[in-house]
């Protein structure tokens, strides 16, 4: 057991962090509203769905009552606490439609980008240079055998099997998809299952999705309509044309990510405030400065101070908040480092009493809240750990029923657009190969590649692929005597973008059971799309 000193201690740590980060949500909430004030009107180019802006309207309608709720009675702060889950809950709906939008974007844009790069290659005489195939083949397998567990090998396999095309028999290909699945679900219930199958699809097959074109509708037939594009047979004119609309679109695709991001994070911090339900006035009492920085956003937001007024007054407006801001994130840091330093001395929770323990998972509750993101969101299916395996009858069933199903919308679909979205299916399982298959289904690519830029284009995907997961397959001086190509493209192509977006599924189904985020990063209120997580500064 732990000594009484150490529990109180505890308590009073996880007390003290609960009403600094809502003491935070409070201020990041309005600096939230600062920022939609600013933001340009033309950024998202497309009319917005009056779904969307009935969302925004009552998260306003809350930062506005917000003193009265929080001053008043706890039910209607419950009140106002489960119609927030509600909203939070509409919001990840409507947003899955991004997803599904960036999954089609992913694979539509494949064709234009890989020829762009075999292009570039052509232009640059690659031809000329020499490639020692052997030593690629050794570096996939060295890459495949540093995985830690089997889990990781089949989500490393699964990401080079994306990298070469896909020429297998429809039968033999369907069965493997079986074989994977059976693989990726052993153990699990029927509900996790149930959920998973429906994320993979959303994923693999996303037009197949019932929304899909209800919000942004320009976004769905622009999309459709590069479905039948055949790269190879446009001008360096025509391709070039295409790229950059691809990338055109997916920039606005991450402004309209960011969009939902913030109305997330207002919605979660809203959560934090009603869940803890401090009044306002116990999370102004300690700096009046936060009352006053609440009462001039609100009369910006309900027109008390003119639009003109109103634009001059922001900046001086944020300035006030980050530097109010500033001492949440100093404290927050401490308080989590001193409660982990004690965690680890005290080595269990089933060591600390059912109180200390409750106190810590409010705590955990908030943190989740805090750190929340929309993209973890989509897989946060928040399932009993402790439900019976499902059987295998159930599992026969209902794969055979979502085979049938991705067999039907591959039929659908151009011949290229097909294979890459079957491609995107097998990766997106754990497949089932051993390491000396997949490295034979590599080679067979490599071999039936006609021409040498193409396979340049696969060592040059695998060689991204090594670079993502952290593997260094070559010193500086092999790379330069040896096959020195991988990482050509990604770093000749001068689109400035990542051309596979992180919204892709390949899940290895690892993602779930997740209750809170717990993936390392600080994702609270990053408003830009590949941000780095660097100016929200809680560890």
């Known amino acids: 057991m732990v000594d009484i000193k150490t529990e109180e201690r505890l308590k009073k740590i996880s007390a003290d962090y609960v009403y600094n980060e809502a003491v935070g949500s ?46 008043g009675d706890k039910e209607f702060i419950k009140a106002s606490l489960d119609d927030c889950l509600d909203i939070k809950k509409s919001i990840v709906k409507i947003y ?46 060295q890459f495949l055998t540093t995985a830690e567990n089997p889990v990781q090998q089949k989500n490393f396999m699964g990401q080079l099997l994306k990298c070469i095309p896909l020429k297998m028999a429809r039968e033999k290909y369907f069965d493997i998809i079986k074989e994977s699945l059976n693989i990726a679900f052993s153990g699990e219930s029927e509900e996790s299952i ?59 695709l991450n402004k309209i990510e960011d969009y939902f991001a913030q109305m997330f994070n207002d919605i979660n ?73 004690i965690i680890e001395k005290v080595g269990s929770f089933e060591n600390l009493s059912d109180e200390t323990a409750k106190s810590i998972m409010s705590d955990s509750f908030v943190r989740s809240m805090y750190y929340g993101d929309i993209n973890d969101e989509i897989f946060n299916f928040n399932i009993d750990t402790n439900l019976p395996p499902a059987s295998m009858e159930f599992k026969n069933k209902v794969f055979d029923e979502f085979i049938n199903t991705m067999r039907e919308y591959f039929a659908k679909l151009p011949s290229k657009i097909r294979k890459l979205s079957m491609q995107l299916l097998l990766s997106s399982l754990p497949p089932a190969f051993t390491v ?94 590949d941000c780095g997580h660097d100016h929200h500064e809680h560890k």
């Open 26 to 71: 409070l201020l990041l909430i309005l600096m939230s509203a600062i920022e939609d004030m600013e933001r340009d009107e033309n950024e998202i180019p497309y009319e917005i769905h009056s779904d969307i802006i009935e969302i925004k309207d009552g998260i306003k309608h809350y930062i506005v009552k917000l003193e009265d709720i929080l001053n």
């Open 96 to 141: 899955e439609n991004i997803y599904r939008y960036f999954a089609s974007w992913g694979i539509y844009s494949s064709p234009v980008t890989d020829e762009v790069a075999v292009r570039k290659y052509r232009e640059d005489n690659v031809s000329d240079k020499k490639i020692e195939f052997d030593m690629f083949y050794n570096d996939c397998v």
């Open 194 to 252: 149930k959920n998973a199958l429906r994320t993979i699809e959303s994923a693999c097959a996303p037009e197949n999705q019932e929304t899909y074109g209800k919000y942004f509708p320009e976004l769905a037939q622009w999309l459709a309509e590069k479905k039948n594009i055949v790269s190879e047979k446009l001008s360096d004119e025509e391709l070039d044309e295409e790229y950059t609309d691809f990338n055109a679109v997916f920039d606005t």
């Open 269 to 341: 911090s809203l959560i934090i405030l009603f869940y803890t339900s401090y009044t306002f006035d116990e999370l102004t009492e300690n700096n009046f400065e936060y009352s006053d920085l609440y009462h001039s956003v609100c009369e910006i937001l309900t027109g008390e101070t003119d639009s003109e007024t109103a634009l001059a007054f922001t900046d001086t407006l944020n300035e006030r908040l980050e530097n109010a801001f500033e001492p949440i994130i100093d404290k927050a840091n401490a308080l989590s480092a001193e409660e982990l330093k």
């Open 436 to 529: 000396d298959e997949a490295i034979n289904l590599i080679r067979e690519a490599m071999e039936n590649t006609p021409d040498f830029e193409h396979k340049v284009l696969i060592v040059d995907k695998a060689g991204m692929v090594f670079t993502d997961n952290g593997y260094d397959y070559r010193t500086e001086e092999e790379k330069d005597e040896d096959w020195g190509l991988m990482d050509y493209h990604h770093h000749d192509c001068d689109c400035g973008h990542e051309h596979h977006h992180h919204h892709d599924c390949n899940c290895g189904h690892e993602h779930h059971h997740h209750h809170d985020c717990d993936c390392g990063h600080e994702h609270h209120h990053h408003h830009d799309c």
